[in-house]
Nanobody, 125 residues
Framework: QVRLAESGGGLVQTGDSLELSCVAS????????MAWFRQVPGKERVFVAL????????EYSESVMGRFTISRDNNENTLYLQMDSLKPEDTAVYYC??????????????????WGQGTQVTVSS
C-alpha cells in the first residue's frame, strides 16, 4: 500500500505563496487519484483540490479556486499544491490523500484510503 508524506508547510503572511509537496512511497503514484484536504481544530476535514491519475481532471473548492493549483509528477511520485494569495482563513493542517484506481475522482473524504500525516500552514494577517 502507498505511504504519503507531506512537506512544505510553514508560517507566512497574507498574500504570500507556499508550495506543499506530498511524496508517495510503496507504490506508483499513477495508480492513485490524489487530493488535498485541510482541517482546522474543532472542525471537520474538508476538500481543497483533486487531480486524476494522469492530470486530466482537476477540481477545486470554491474557497481556493483561482488561488491554488494542484499538480502531480508521476515520475517523481510527488503531488503538489501551489498556494498563492494566501489568506488567514487558509490556516489549517493540510493533508494529501490517495484513492486507488478510482473510476472517477471524487471530493468525498471517505473515498480516500490513504492519508499523509499532515503539514501545518499558518497565514498571519
Amino acid at each position: 500500500q502507498v505511504r504519503l508524506a507531506e512537506s512544505g508547510g510553514g508560517l507566512v503572511q497574507t498574500g504570500d505563496s507556499l508550495e506543499l509537496s506530498c511524496v508517495a512511497s510503496g507504490g506508483p503514484l499513477s495508480d492513485y487519484g490524489m487530493a488535498w484536504f485541510r482541517q482546522v481544530p474543532g472542525k471537520e476535514r474538508v476538500f481543497v483540490a483533486l487531480i486524476s491519475q494522469y492530470s486530466g481532471i482537476r477540481e477545486y473548492s470554491e474557497s481556493v479556486m483561482g488561488r491554488f493549483t494542484i499538480s502531480r509528477d508521476n515520475n517523481e511520485n510527488t503531488l503538489y499544491l501551489q498556494m498563492d494569495s494566501l489568506k488567514p482563513e487558509d490556516t489549517a493542517v493540510y493533508y494529501c490523500a490517495a484513492e486507488y484506481r478510482p473510476s472517477l475522482p471524487r471530493r468525498a473524504l471517505d473515498s480516500y484510503e490513504f492519508w499523509g500525516q499532515g503539514t501545518q500552514v499558518t497565514v498571519s494577517s
